[in-house]
């Protein structure tokens, strides 16, 4: 029977069945669990308990949801204007650049106050420069974005390497990093934060620009669903020639839908660089620019789906260290594993499912009446 | 009205198991609270020509995706040569003896016609032994059925006729007992329905059961042995066509009477009346240097209706888009509006409207919509940079659904609500919606492709009225249309493009649809 035309109540699309991928995910994890000899439900708390358990654990997850969100949302906007950006990774590390730039040269000088919304706007013009070449060059040249965006990860990293051994590296030592940024213009961290209003909680790499990522989401439902511009993106996106009939640029629509993607993958940098490192480092972004292809995916490129999709992604990257860490038995590449059989479940194999469920629906749904 | 539903009761106890290919009982389906079939009941003999007619969404395509294994029904049952059977899927339709030519082919332009016939039904692991086989079937089908087609012809080098004919020999070399056939002559020129036509009759006569599901009265009427009506999904009438005319059968389709009528102008415009169109030299070629456009010469004056006539692909689309600003003109140039346009200067679609030029495309699916946006948002599609629309850039969505109410009870879009995806509309509501949209901001130019394509005869007459309203406001209006039905009933004056060219022009009382028919073909020199 075919079902992939018959409509669920939303509440079965978004939540049940998204719930059923990771529970089968969950499950073929456990059976590789039980073959090296680790007891499954054991393993499931620990990675849970490390993720949840405590306010330390729940602060590391958080910090990696917010890569998360961000190159998420850098892979939606684009996919919205059926695009394909590819290129998060390299579009953060320049960003990176830009961010560091700022923080280098104006650090000494003017108040953090000030210096931050510098560096978060260098942040993201400098993700959304990277963005433009790619592009520029799908518009008007033909070249397809998924080639020139994953060459441009190869050429941004090939770049900051340069910059960084010859040009930015901090005098008097081996490491290729700049020097650190003034003590008093870092990103405040989460801790810092709350402390201003009497609570307590324990130092971790989780910082403000966690509210600057829920804000883009916020602000990039707002920008696709309810501007004008957003409807030029969509309808580019849907059907190039309705755009043409309706007086829209399909080709300019490209060219700023990759920026504005570049820009928001720019906010890795605000969260690893102003907020974490307080130096640029080499490969900062540590693959969060692919892993957000997969995020946007499982979260349908929608924002609250990205948050959700976020929040599990830095479950288990949590939850993941925690039980490497925990049970020696459990390497690093099996963890790996893991978060792979979970992508597989939710993303690849999202709709293996749904006939199930559909069928399950027809017999147990709610008798409308009328049927004649 | 005739309605004789004595031979459905008459049949319904000696079903002998092998008088009808098709016999459906009682079937019915509904998506959420629509009804799109209810109680249905068909039975076609072997060996005849069976017509379905029903205006759009009365649940012809419903019916017939059942039959196909689209979609299952919610209740009844389907025999085929009087066996029960289940159809699940269209495979199992094809295993049952069921081909069906859709009105879009399904085929892949860059093989040939051999390997589209034996696409999927290869019964070797080599091909090559699969192509021996399958070109000899093919000769075969073609000697009995009269159905010639070069088997090494790229598909995308074929006329659509012969597509067509491809389709037919798929489903033929597929052991198709029952062929269904959706909306056959859309696309095809008078001449080339006829051909299809004596193809059909050359099946029935071998035994083969035709459906054909059509809007066209006169194609019922010409080759159909008998013919069911349906209505709000529902069978109203089973008829031999024999018994029944085009009226009646209009009648019973649409649940009311019909009167039709010629729009022309009575009086002759005065010569003083000012071109709103003026077209000078306009050429347009395509990626491999063929003209699109020849040297086009034209002009429509204020408050009058010129049709363009011609086999869809000829032009006519070329032209609506270089008019409405969509595709810059290669050279030559055109006023329109008072605005002159050329290659040096264009002028683009989001001008043009301001301008009030406006558009309603010929492909509504492609340009005149987005199937996955709401009907609201399609409803502002071209006119969203108004204030009322987007202010400082946030769209007004209570405006704009606002809008969407009033174009679609203008045009009696149903059903009315602007929240519905485009695309679950059926394509005659979308054209009503599209139209709305464009006749709403009073043109005084207006470019119009394909008005009624697809759209139920009910609103054809709205439509038209709405169009002709138009003139008489003392719009231009450039008309593109394949229906020549449509062509003759509206235009003051009618064009008819072959190959990039404008090839004859008459005036709208003086034509009749056998020159124009051969004037399509660019025959009519030779034959006059």
Same mark, same amino acid.
């Given at each position: !029977?075919?079902?992939?035309?018959?409509?669920?109540?939303?509440?079965?699309?978004? @939540?049940?069945?998204?719930?059923?991928?990771?529970?089968?995910?969950?499950?073929?994890?456990?059976?590789?669990?039980?073959?090296?000899?680790?007891?499954?439900?054991?393993?499931?708390?620990?990675?849970?308990?490390?993720?949840?358990?405590?306010?330390?654990?729940?602060?590391?997850?958080?910090?990696?949801?917010?890569?998360?969100?961000?190159?998420?949302?850098?892979?939606? @906007?684009?996919?919205?204007?059926?695009?394909?950006?590819?290129?998060?990774?390299?579009?953060?590390?320049?960003?990176?650049?830009?961010?560091?730039?700022?923080?280098?040269?104006?650090?000494?000088?003017?108040?953090?106050?000030?210096?931050?919304?510098?560096?978060?706007?260098?942040?993201?013009?400098?993700?959304?420069?990277?963005?433009?070449?790619?592009?520029?060059?799908?518009?008007?040249?033909?070249?397809?974005?998924?080639?020139?965006?994953?060459?441009?990860?190869?050429?941004?990293?090939?770049?900051?390497?340069?910059?960084?051994?010859?040009?930015?590296?901090?005098?008097?030592?081996?490491?290729?990093?700049?020097?650190?940024?003034?003590?008093?213009?870092?990103?405040?961290?989460?801790?810092?934060?709350?402390?201003?209003?009497?609570?307590?909680?324990?130092?971790?790499?989780?910082?403000?620009?966690?509210?600057?990522?829920?804000?883009? *989401?916020?602000?990039?439902?707002?920008?696709?669903?309810?501007?004008?511009?957003?409807?030029?993106?969509?309808?580019?996106?849907?059907?190039?020639?309705?755009?043409?009939?309706?007086?829209?640029?399909?080709?300019?629509?490209?060219?700023?839908?990759? *920026?504005?993607?570049?820009?928001?993958?720019?906010?890795?940098?605000?969260?690893?660089? !102003?907020?974490?490192?307080?130096?640029?480092?080499?490969?900062?972004?540590?693959?969060?620019?692919?892993?957000?292809?997969?995020?946007?995916? !499982?979260?349908?490129?929608?924002?609250?789906?990205?948050? !959700?999709?976020?929040?599990?992604?830095?479950?288990?990257?949590?939850?993941?260290?925690?039980?490497?860490?925990?049970?020696?038995?459990?390497?690093?590449?099996?963890? @790996?594993?893991?978060?792979?059989?979970?992508?597989?479940? *939710?993303?690849?194999?999202?709709?293996?499912?749904?006939?199930?469920?559909?069928?399950?629906?027809?017999?147990?749904?709610?008798?409308?009446?009328?049927?004649? | 009205?005739?309605?004789?539903?004595?031979?459905?009761?008459?049949?319904?106890?000696?079903?002998?198991?092998?008088?009808?290919a098709i016999?459906?009982?009682? /079937?019915?389906?509904?998506?959420?609270?629509?009804?799109?079939?209810?109680?249905?009941?068909?039975?076609v003999e072997r060996g005849t020509i069976h017509g379905i007619?029903?205006?759009?969404?009365?649940?012809?395509?419903?019916?017939?995706?059942?039959?196909?294994?689209?979609?299952?029904?919610?209740?009844?049952?389907?025999? /085929?040569n009087?066996?029960?059977?289940?159809?699940?899927?269209?495979?199992?339709?094809i295993?049952?003896g069921i081909g069906m030519v859709h009105?879009?082919f399904?085929?892949?332009?860059?093989? $040939?016609v051999l390997?589209n016939v034996?696409?999927?039904?290869?019964?070797?692991?080599?091909?090559?032994? $699969?192509?021996?086989?399958a070109r000899k079937e093919l000769q075969r089908l073609s000697d009995t059925y009269q159905l010639s087609v070069n088997p090494?012809s790229?598909?995308?080098?074929l006329q659509v006729g012969e597509q067509q004919r491809t389709e037919i020999l798929k489903a033929l070399y597929r052991k198709a007992e029952i062929l269904i056939l959706d909306e056959p002559t859309?696309v095809l020129t008078p001449q080339e329905a006829d051909q299809l036509f004596a193809v059909l009759q050359a099946l029935k006569e071998q035994g083969v059961t035709v459906i054909l599901i059509t809007?066209k009265?006169r194609e019922i009427m010409d080759i159909t042995d008998t013919v069911?009506?349906?209505?709000?999904?529902?069978?109203?009438?089973?008829?031999?066509t024999a018994?029944?005319?085009?009226?009646?059968?209009?009648?019973?389709?649409?649940?009311?009477?019909?009167?039709?009528?010629?729009?022309?102008?009575?009086?002759?415009?005065? $010569?003083?009346?000012?071109?709103?169109?003026?077209?000078?030299? #306009?050429?347009?070629? &395509?990626?491999?240097?063929?003209?699109?456009?020849?040297?086009? &010469?034209?002009?429509?004056?204020?408050?009058? /209706?010129?049709?363009?006539?011609?086999?869809?692909?000829?032009?006519?689309?070329?032209?609506?888009?270089?008019?409405?600003?969509?595709?810059?003109?290669?050279?030559?140039?055109?006023?329109?509006?008072?605005?002159?346009?050329?290659?040096?200067?264009?002028?683009?679609?989001?001008?043009?409207?301001?301008?009030?030029?406006?558009?309603?495309?010929?492909?509504?699916?492609?340009?005149?919509?987005?199937?996955?946006?709401?009907?609201?948002?399609? $409803?502002? #599609?071209?006119?969203?940079?108004?204030?009322?629309?987007?202010?400082?850039?946030?769209?007004?969505?209570?405006?704009?659904?606002?809008?969407?109410?009033?174009?679609?009870?203008?045009?009696?879009?149903?059903?009315?609500?602007?929240?519905?995806?485009?695309?679950?509309?059926?394509?005659? &509501?979308?054209?009503?919606?599209?139209?709305?949209?464009?006749? %709403?901001?009073?043109?005084?130019?207006?470019?119009?492709?394909?008005?009624?394509?697809?759209?139920?005869?009910?609103?054809?007459?709205?439509?038209?009225?709405?169009?002709?309203?138009?003139? %008489?406001?003392?719009?231009?209006? +450039?008309?593109?249309?394949?229906?020549? %039905?449509?062509?003759?009933? +509206?235009?003051?004056?009618?064009?008819?493009?072959?190959?990039?060219?404008?090839?004859?022009?008459?005036?709208?009382?003086?034509? %009749?649809?056998?020159?124009?028919?051969?004037?399509?073909?660019?025959?009519?020199?030779?034959?006059?």
């Amino acid at each position: !029977m075919n079902t992939s035309n018959i409509t669920l109540p939303a509440w079965l699309d978004i @939540v049940i069945i998204p719930l059923l991928n990771i529970a089968l995910a969950l499950l073929c994890a456990g059976f590789i669990l039980l073959l090296i000899g680790v007891n499954p439900v054991e393993a499931v708390g620990i990675m849970l308990n490390g993720a949840f358990g405590y306010d330390e654990g729940v602060g590391y997850t958080l910090y990696y949801t917010t890569n998360f969100i961000f190159t998420g949302l850098a892979v939606a @906007v684009a996919f919205h204007a059926n695009l394909f950006n590819i290129g998060g990774e390299g579009q953060a590390y320049i960003a990176g650049l830009g961010a560091a730039l700022v923080f280098l040269a104006f650090d000494s000088s003017l108040p953090a106050l000030i210096l931050i919304p510098f560096g978060i706007l260098a942040s993201a013009l400098f993700g959304a420069l990277w963005a433009f070449i790619p592009g520029f060059l799908q518009a008007y040249r033909g070249s397809h974005v998924v080639i020139t965006t994953i060459m441009f990860n190869f050429i941004a990293s090939a770049l900051m390497v340069y910059l960084l051994v010859n040009i930015l590296i901090k005098p008097g030592q081996m490491s290729p990093e700049t020097r650190y940024f003034e003590v008093t213009t870092w990103l405040p961290k989460m801790h810092e934060f709350v402390a201003l209003f009497g609570y307590n909680i324990t130092k971790t790499p989780l910082n403000l620009s966690f509210f600057l990522a829920l804000l883009c *989401c916020v602000l990039v439902w707002i920008y696709i669903w309810r501007t004008r511009w957003g409807y030029e993106l969509r309808t580019a996106g849907f059907s190039e020639t309705a755009a043409l009939y309706a007086g829209i640029q399909p080709k300019r629509v490209v060219v700023i839908t990759m *920026c504005l993607s570049g820009a928001l993958a720019g906010g890795v940098a605000v969260n690893e660089i !102003m907020g974490v490192n307080h130096r640029l480092i080499m490969n900062f972004p540590a693959g969060y620019g692919f892993t957000g292809i997969a995020v946007s995916l !499982m979260g349908r490129n929608h924002p609250v789906g990205i948050i !959700m999709a976020s929040l599990l992604f830095g479950v288990l990257y949590q939850g993941g260290a925690e039980l490497a860490f925990e049970i020696p038995l459990i390497t690093r590449e099996l963890v @790996v594993a893991i978060q792979g059989l979970i992508i597989l479940f *939710c993303g690849a194999l999202a709709l293996m499912l749904r006939p199930l469920v559909v069928r399950a629906y027809l017999v147990f749904r709610p008798v409308t009446g009328g049927h004649a | 009205m005739v309605q004789s539903e004595q031979k459905v009761s008459s049949t319904h106890s000696s079903t002998s198991s092998s008088q009808f290919a098709i016999e459906l009982r009682n /079937i019915s389906k509904s998506f959420g609270a629509v009804h799109a079939n209810q109680n249905i009941d068909l039975q076609v003999e072997r060996g005849t020509i069976h017509g379905i007619v029903g205006e759009n969404g009365a649940g012809k395509s419903t019916l017939m995706s059942i039959l196909y294994g689209f979609y299952q029904a919610d209740s009844g049952s389907i025999h /085929i040569n009087g066996n029960h059977i289940q159809i699940n899927s269209s495979r199992e339709a094809i295993d049952a003896g069921i081909g069906m030519v859709h009105q879009h082919f399904m085929l892949v332009d860059t093989f $040939s016609v051999l390997e589209n016939v034996m696409l999927g039904a290869e019964e070797h692991s080599l091909l090559k032994h $699969s192509a021996i086989d399958a070109r000899k079937e093919l000769q075969r089908l073609s000697d009995t059925y009269q159905l010639s087609v070069n088997p090494d012809s790229l598909v995308e080098n074929l006329q659509v006729g012969e597509q067509q004919r491809t389709e037919i020999l798929k489903a033929l070399y597929r052991k198709a007992e029952i062929l269904i056939l959706d909306e056959p002559t859309g696309v095809l020129t008078p001449q080339e329905a006829d051909q299809l036509f004596a193809v059909l009759q050359a099946l029935k006569e071998q035994g083969v059961t035709v459906i054909l599901i059509t809007h066209k009265l006169r194609e019922i009427m010409d080759i159909t042995d008998t013919v069911s009506v349906l209505r709000q999904g529902q069978m109203v009438s089973h008829l031999n066509t024999a018994d029944t005319s085009m009226q009646a059968l209009a009648e019973l389709m649409v649940g009311r009477k019909l009167d039709t009528q010629n729009h022309q102008r009575v009086d002759a415009l005065p $010569s003083e009346t000012p071109n709103r169109i003026e077209v000078f030299d #306009l050429c347009l070629r &395509n990626a491999a240097g063929q003209y699109r456009l020849d040297h086009i &010469n034209l002009n429509v004056k204020s408050g009058e /209706i010129v049709g363009v006539a011609g086999v869809a692909g000829n032009g006519q689309s070329a032209l609506l888009e270089v008019l409405a600003g969509i595709v810059p003109p290669e050279s030559g140039r055109f006023i329109i509006n008072g605005r002159e346009v050329s290659v040096s200067d264009p002028v683009d679609p989001r001008q043009m409207r301001q301008m009030r030029v406006n558009h309603v495309p010929e492909d509504r699916l492609k340009l005149g919509l987005v199937k996955a946006f709401t009907a609201a948002e399609s $409803s502002v #599609l071209g006119y969203l940079h108004q204030d009322k629309f987007s202010w400082r850039g946030l769209l007004q969505l209570s405006s704009i659904k606002a809008m969407c109410r009033r174009l679609m009870d203008s045009f009696d879009v149903r059903p009315g609500n602007p929240n519905l995806k485009s695309a679950s509309f059926s394509g005659g &509501n979308q054209q009503k919606l599209i139209l709305a949209r464009e006749l %709403d901001k009073k043109p005084e130019v207006l470019l119009v492709g394909q008005p009624t394509r697809g759209v139920d005869i009910g609103a054809i007459e709205l439509i038209h009225q709405k169009i002709v309203d138009m003139r %008489d406001e003392g719009c231009a209006i +450039l008309l593109v249309s394949v229906e020549l %039905d449509e062509i003759l009933a +509206l235009s003051d004056r009618i064009v008819v493009m072959f190959e990039g060219r404008i090839v004859a022009e008459v005036t709208g009382s003086e034509a %009749d649809k056998t020159t124009l028919g051969l004037m399509m073909a660019n025959a009519h020199e030779r034959a006059a």
